[in-house]
Nanobody, 129 residues
């Protein structure tokens, strides 16, 4: 069974940090591009960051660039999102996702949520002012 399981969310004060993890099992996601998205109440799901299978190439939404860092450990089958200098507007449910249709060992990523086939259940991040 294919699973993506996020963890690490919680309540933090503005200016603080959190590190999200996404453990994947049931399929060799280490060969595929992966990404993080978030969805705040009554808003559409928003792209945050993406990373190629190797970890050599990353991309970020302008809203988090310079504050968030995406990384992965393919030995441990885990995707990470380090979030620093958090702001109240970062409050949302955060999801990890895997882009399988792009193919194994792809050197590109996408910001479109419709191109990610596998999703985790999400983890809540709340930033208080």
């Amino acid at each position: 069974q294919v699973q993506l399981v996020e963890s690490g969310g919680g309540l933090v004060q503005a200016g603080g940090s959190l590190r999200l993890s996404c453990a994947h099992s049931g399929r060799t996601f280490d060969r595929y591009a992966m990404g993080w998205f978030r969805q705040a109440p009554e808003k559409e799901r928003e792209f945050i960051a993406a990373i190629t299978w190797s970890g050599f190439s990353t991309r970020y939404a302008d809203s988090v660039k310079g504050r968030f860092t995406i990384s992965r450990d393919n030995v441990k089958n885990t995707l990470f999102l380090q979030m620093n200098s958090l702001k109240p507007e970062d409050t949302a449910v955060y999801y990890c996702a895997a882009d399988v249709d792009r193919g194994r060992y792809s050197t590109s990523t996408t910001t479109s949520s419709t191109e990610y086939e596998y999703w985790g259940q999400g983890t809540q991040v709340t930033v208080s002012s």
